[in-house]
Structures are given as C-alpha cells and as structure tokens.
C-alpha cells in the first residue's frame, strides 16, 4: 500500500469518526421544508423580487409561492418591501434572521459541538487542523500531470 492510499483509509477513517461525532442534530421539527428553502435560496441568489418574479423563477403557482412568502414572513425569515424604483410594486427579500437560517441550512457539522471541542485544543491545532483540510480541497482541484 503506497503512502498516499494509506493517508486515504486513515483520512477515511477519522473523517467517519468526526462526522458522527459532530453532525447537526436539529431533528425534523428546525429542519426547513424544501419549498421555504428554495424560496429563500432563490432570493438570496437572484436578491429582492415580486412574487410573482419569485413563482415564475421556481415554476410554481403564484398562489403556492406567495403561501411560502407569507409563512417565512411569519417567521420573521422574510419581509415585504416596496420598491424603490416603482412603489407601486412590492418586493420580498430576506432578513438578517432568514440570512441567518439559510446559514444554518447549509451546515453539515454542528457548530456548537466544533466550538466545544475546539476550546480544548491549542491555537496552532486548530490552524493546522483547518489547514490541512484547506490542502486537501486545494490537492483535489489541481491537474494531475
């Protein structure tokens, strides 16, 4: 077994390891539907617009987008605004709470337990720990020969 392949199974290995250890465990109930998360990634990538632009973007029904927007507006993840160029239309578009969610939503490893876990190593241990795993992106993404 050649060095490289060795460093595999052993990355492998504690890769395994540390994802058990610190996955997100919020459960159904904070987990996001499907639909409010396209719906927010959607504006957060595309920034304010109607509902209708919203629906149109997503292929939905007005009806079943604007449902969505009201929900998330509930939840103070979104709100409604008028637009600037023309107050007569009225924007949706994310609030610092639905920028926050929508982080969370991406998150694989729960951040509490990283942080407690990381309070008890050294300055220099977690440099090297996320730089090697910087490496190991930077490795995949060059050429080979």
Avoid: C
């Avoid at 926050?100 to 990381?118: I, W």
Wanted: proline content about 3%.
């Amino acid at each position: 077994m050649t060095g490289a392949e060795q460093f595999a199974r052993e990355f492998e290995d504690a890769f395994q390891q540390a994802y058990l250890r610190f996955h997100r465990r919020d459960g159904k109930r904070a987990q996001m539907s499907g639909a409010s998360r396209a719906v927010l990634l959607h504006l957060a990538h595309a920034g304010p617009l109607t509902v209708g632009e919203a629906a149109q973007h997503l292929d939905r029904a007005q009806s079943v987008v604007s449902d969505i927007v009201t929900q998330l507006e509930s939840k103070a993840l979104l709100e409604r605004e008028p637009d600037p160029e023309d107050r007569r239309r009225t924007l949706v578009w994310l609030t610092p709470q639905g920028f926050d969610a929508l982080d969370r939503e991406r998150q694989v490893l729960s951040t509490e337990l990283l942080a407690r876990a990381g309070s008890r190593m050294t300055a220099d241990e977690r440099a090297a720990l996320v730089g090697g795993l910087t490496a190991l992106i930077h490795a995949n993404e060059r050429e080979e020969p």
